[in-house]
């Protein structure tokens, strides 16, 4: 159940890249919780309009209203670099 960190831990150890340097996209609270947990970025994707305080409150980096952001939205973050 979220925000349990161990979903975002295994997806990033079977994908052989440290929990930092993934990416979660979320679109509920506990989701940007579990990840901040993990040490994971997040990009917080508000379906509605009443999700945007709400999911920048809890900690997501980047928060988008529209699928067709989040593409820039995770360039923004230059996971890259880190």
């Known amino acids: ?3 349990d960190v161990r979903p975002i831990l295994r997806a990033a150890q079977e994908a052989g890249v440290p929990s930092d340097r993934c990416l979660l996209i979320g679109d509920t609270p ?3 919780e579990a990840a901040e947990k993990a ?3 997040t990009i917080g994707y508000a379906k509605r309009e009443s999700r945007v305080h709400e999911l920048g409150a809890v900690g997501a980096d980047v928060v988008v209203e ?3 952001l989040l593409a820039e939205a995770a360039g923004a973050l230059q996971l890259d670099s880190q």
Do not use: H, L
């Open 39 to 41: 040490g994971t970025p």
């Open 1 to 3: 159940m979220k925000p």
């Open 66 to 68: 529209s699928i067709a």
């Open 30 to 32: 506990t989701d940007i």
